[in-house]
């Protein structure tokens, strides 16, 4: 008996790796007042990435917490983009405003890992930039507002395509003439 409950283990397959790891960042109950009464939901702020350079987030609600999770992670697909990692950290300092938060994002050594609070060390951590340095600048303790300043500091990086590429032949110096 006990070699085919081993076979029959054996014949299951495997589940797979997801491509995108998830982050439940907020999870709030919220309630809409109505006519007929008090409509409780839940709001989910879901993040997710690949921790090599594609990441987005998401928010919505739902009946409950699952079915939010859910409907947030499928917006998070569709806000989906890559962030630049140049020799292990972000091209350049970077500033970003939205509402009252401020989030300045700044390279930073190879091995310092990344050196941030709160909403934006996890954005930071979940697209995969090993090294950064960064900094909610005012007084604002509102997640939402710093995912989105982050977000938006994250699509000001501009990287130049090479400018130089190499020669198909080599090019041959000309001598000035002698007149």
């Given amino acids: 008996m006990a070699k085919g409950k081993d076979k029959n283990r054996s014949n ?15 999870l709030a109950r919220v309630t809409r007042v109505t006519k007929g009464g008090k409509q409780m939901s839940f709001r989910a702020t879901v993040l997710i990435g690949d921790h090599r350079g594609r990441v987005g987030f998401g928010v919505d609600k739902g009946k409950d917490v699952q079915m939010a999770v859910n409907k947030a992670v499928n917006q998070a697909h569709k806000t989906l983009f890559s962030v630049p990692i140049i020799r292990e950290t972000v091209p350049h300092a970077v500033m970003a405003k939205y509402g009252a938060a401020k989030v300045l994002i700044q390279p930073a050594p190879r091995g310092s890992g ?57 090019v041959e110096k000309k001598e000035p003439a002698i007149v």
């Fill in 114 to 170: 990344i050196i941030a609070g709160g909403a934006v060390r996890v954005v930071l951590e979940i697209a995969g930039v090993p090294n950064a340095s960064a900094k909610i600048l005012g007084r604002t303790g509102n997640k939402m507002n710093n995912i989105k300043a982050t977000f938006d500091a994250l699509h000001c990086f501009k990287v130049k395509a090479k400018v130089f590429k190499p020669a198909e032949k080599p």
């Fill in 12 to 26: 299951k397959p495997k589940a797979e790796k997801p491509e995108f790891d998830q982050q439940i960042l907020d």
